[in-house]
C-alpha cells in the first residue's frame, strides 16, 4: 500500500503538468494564429513568436515527461532495494538465531549424545544457509566485472550440467532423479565458473518455486545453426506473462517480501542473464507444456558437438 502512495503523487503531479503544458501548448498556438489572420503586416512577428514558443512548450512537455519518467524509475529501484535489505537481512537473521538457540541449549543443558549429533547437524545446515548467501551476494559483485581472456575454455555444456543438478540436489537433500535430463553432448566457448554460477542459480530457483514434491526438467539440445539450447521446467505454478522480462532485474523479487514463503535475494536471476548476456546469449521465459510450472531457456551461440 505505502508503494501505491508513493507512486500515485509523482504520477499524479506529472499528468496534470502534462495536461497543462498541452493546453498551454494549443492555447498559444491557437491564439498566435488568430493574431496572424487578424493582422497580416505582422505575419513574420506572428510566426517567429509561434515557432519559438511551440518548439519551449515542447521542448518542457519532453522534459516533464522525462522526469515523470525517471521519478518513477527511482522509486521502484529504492522499493526493490529496501526489498533487497529486508531479504538479506531476514536471512541473515535466521540463521544465527537458530545457531545461537542450539548453542545455549548446549552450553546450560545437559542433552543426550543423539540430541548433540542432531544439533551439531542442525547447526551445520545453518552455517551452510549463511555461507550460500554470502557467496550469491559476491557473485552479484563479480558479475559485473568482465572476464579475462585465460577465462574462456572449452566447456562440455552435458558435464557441467550434471554436475550442477547434483550440487542444487545435493543442497536441497533431494535424490538425483528430481531432476530428469535429456542431455546432448556439446561444447561452448566461456568462463566455467560463471556458466556454472548462471545453470545453478536457474535449478535453484527452479526447485525453489517447483511444486510438492519438486520435479524439475533439464534438457539440452544443438540446434541447426549451432547454438545449445538449454530448457528448465518445473512443476510450479509458473511466472505470469507480464512479469516474464522484469524478473531478470536486480533486487526484482515478486510480492512482498512480509509475505514470503521462499527465501531469496532477488539477484540469482539478475546474475543469470548478466552472464548469459555476457557470452553473446538469451536467457528468456518461455510458456511450457509440460508440467505446468515456468520453463527457462537458455540460447548460447557458438556451440560444437563432441562424441561421447
Not at 30 to 57: M, N, Q
Request: charged residues 25%; contains cysteine.
Amino acid at each position: 500500500m505505502s508503494t501505491r502512495r508513493n507512486l500515485r503523487w509523482p504520477i499524479s503531479l506529472g499528468v496534470s503538468m502534462i495536461v497543462l503544458l498541452v493546453a498551454l501548448t494549443v492555447g498559444w498556438i491557437v491564439l498566435a494564429v488568430f493574431g496572424l489572420l487578424e493582422d497580416g503586416k505582422r505575419a513574420p512577428i506572428y510566426v517567429t513568436f509561434l515557432s519559438v514558443g511551440t518548439t519551449f512548450l515542447v521542448l518542457v512537455l519532453v522534459g516533464t515527461i522525462l522526469y515523470l519518467a525517471l521519478s518513477v524509475k527511482a522509486i521502484n529501484l529504492t522499493r526493490r532495494q529496501s526489498n533487497f535489505i529486508d531479504s538479506v537481512t531476514h536471512e541473515l537473521k535466521s540463521p544465527i538465531a537458530s545457531l545461537k538457540l542450539y548453542l545455549q541449549t548446549l552450553v546450560r543443558r545437559s542433552v543426550s549424545d543423539e540430541q548433540r549429533e542432531n544439533f551439531y547437524g542442525l547447526m551445520l545446515d545453518d552455517v551452510e544457509r549463511l555461507d550460500h548467501l554470502i557467496n550469491h551476494l559476491l557473485d552479484a559483485g563479480r558479475v559485473d566485472r568482465e572476464p579475462t581472456e585465460r577465462d574462456h575454455v572449452p566447456i562440455e555444456l552435458a558435464d557441467l550440467l550434471r554436475s550442477a543438478a547434483r550440487a542444487v540436489c545435493l543442497r536441497y537433500r533431494l535424490s538425483d532423479e528430481t531432476i530428469r535430463m535429456k542431455l546432448q553432448p556439446c561444447q561452448v566457448t566461456g568462463s566455467r565458473v560463471d556458466l556454472d554460477m548462471a545453470f545453478r542459480n536457474l535449478l535453484d530457483n527452479a526447485i525453489k518455486y517447483a511444486g510438492s514434491p519438486p520435479e524439475v526438467h533439464l534438457d539440452l539440445r544443438l540446434t541447426a545453426n549451432g547454438s545449445a539450447e538449454v530448457h528448465i521446467r518445473d512443476n510450479g505454478t509458473g511466472i505470469p506473462r507480464h512479469l516474464r522480462r522484469k524478473i531478470f532485474g536486480r533486487f526484482v523479487r515478486l510480492g512482498s517480501e512480509l509475505q514470503r514463503e521462499k527465501p531469496g535475494t532477488g539477484l540469482g536471476l539478475y546474475i543469470v542473464r548478466q552472464i548469459v548476456s555476457r557470452m553473446k546469449g538469451k536467457v528468456q521465459i518461455v510458456d511450457g507444456d509440460q508440467l505446468g510450472g515456468a520453463e527457462f531457456l537458455v540460447t548460447l551461440p557458438g556451440a560444437v558437438a563432441v562424441s561421447t
